[in-house]
T-cell receptor, first 114, second 111 residues
Framework: ETGVTQTPRHLVMGMTNKKSLKCEQH?????MYWYKQSAKKPLELMFV???????ENNSVPSRFSPECPNSSHLFLHLHTLQPEDSALYLC?????????????FGSGTRLTVV | AQSVSQHNHHVILSEAASLELGCNYS??????LFWYVQYPGQHLQLLLK??????LVKGIKGFEAEFIKSKFSFNLRKPSVQWSDTAEYFC?????????FGAGTRLTVKP
C-alpha cells in the first residue's frame, strides 16, 4: 500500500447510473489530484485540490464532479457517463501542490461504462 | 503549457539487454523531472527524479536518467534489464505547478 487508498478497485456502471469514487490519504498531504489513465494516452490531469479548495479543473465534462470534504478525502462523483469514459482513474497526493518531491499514487479504480 | 513526449509505445528486449527510453518535454522554465514505473496490476511508483545539480540521476533498481537541458530530454537508461523490469514507464514534468505525464512506454523483457 502506498498510503493513498482508492475504492472501489473495479466499477462497472450503466450510462444512467450515479456512482462515486473515493480516495483517502493519511500522509498529511495538503494537495490531492484526480487523473484519468487511458490506454496509449498521457495521464490526463482532471482536478487539483489544495487545502481542500479546487485550484484546477482541466475542462472536464460536468458529468464528473469532484468533492474534497477535508484534506484526507477526495471523491469523484459520476453521473450519466459515456462509454469513452471507461478508464483507470487515479488519485494522487502531495505535500503541497506541485511538490518537487513527486506525488504518491493510489492503485486506481478501473471504471467500465456499459 | 508544458507537455511530455515519449517516443516509444512498446519496447521488447531480451534479458541482459541495455535499455534506453526517450522522453522529451516542452517547457521554457525551470522543471522538475520524474520517471514513474507501473508494474502490472500495481500503482505508479516513483523511479527517480531530477531537481537540480548533477544531470545524471540514479534511481532504484539500477535505473538512471540523464537531463540534457539543451535537448529538453530526460532519457531513462538501464545497462542490463531483467524479466522483472516488465512494466509501463512514464516520464513526467513539473514546471508550472502541476505534474504532466507522457503517454507511457510499455517494456516487455523476454526471459
Amino acid at each position: 500500500e502506498t498510503g493513498v487508498t482508492q475504492t472501489p478497485r473495479h466499477l462497472v456502471m450503466g450510462m444512467t447510473n450515479k456512482k462515486s469514487l473515493k480516495c483517502e490519504q493519511h500522509l498529511g498531504h495538503n494537495a490531492m489530484y484526480w487523473y484519468k489513465q487511458s490506454a496509449k494516452k498521457p495521464l490526463e490531469l482532471m482536478f487539483v485540490y489544495s487545502l481542500e479548495e479546487r485550484v484546477e479543473n482541466n475542462s472536464v465534462p460536468s458529468r464528473f464532479s469532484p468533492e474534497c470534504p477535508n484534506s484526507s478525502h477526495l471523491f469523484l462523483h459520476l453521473h450519466t457517463l459515456q462509454p469513452e469514459d471507461s478508464a483507470l482513474y487515479l488519485c494522487a497526493s502531495s505535500q503541497v501542490q506541485g511538490a518537487r518531491y513527486g506525488y504518491t499514487f493510489g492503485s486506481g479504480t478501473r471504471l467500465t461504462v456499459v | 503549457a508544458q507537455s511530455v513526449s515519449q517516443h516509444n509505445h512498446h519496447v521488447i528486449l531480451s534479458e541482459a539487454a541495455s535499455l534506453e527510453l526517450g522522453c522529451n518535454y516542452s517547457y521554457g522554465g525551470t522543471v522538475n523531472l520524474f520517471w514513474y514505473v507501473q508494474y502490472p496490476g500495481q500503482h505508479l511508483q516513483l523511479l527517480l527524479k531530477y531537481f537540480s545539480g548533477d544531470p545524471l540521476v540514479k534511481g532504484i533498481k539500477g535505473f538512471e536518467a540523464e537531463f540534457i537541458k539543451s535537448k529538453f530530454s530526460f532519457n531513462l537508461r538501464k545497462p542490463s534489464v531483467q524479466w522483472s523490469d516488465t512494466a509501463e514507464y512514464f516520464c513526467a514534468v513539473n514546471g508550472d505547478n502541476d505534474m504532466r505525464f507522457g503517454a507511457g512506454t510499455r517494456l516487455t523483457v523476454k526471459p
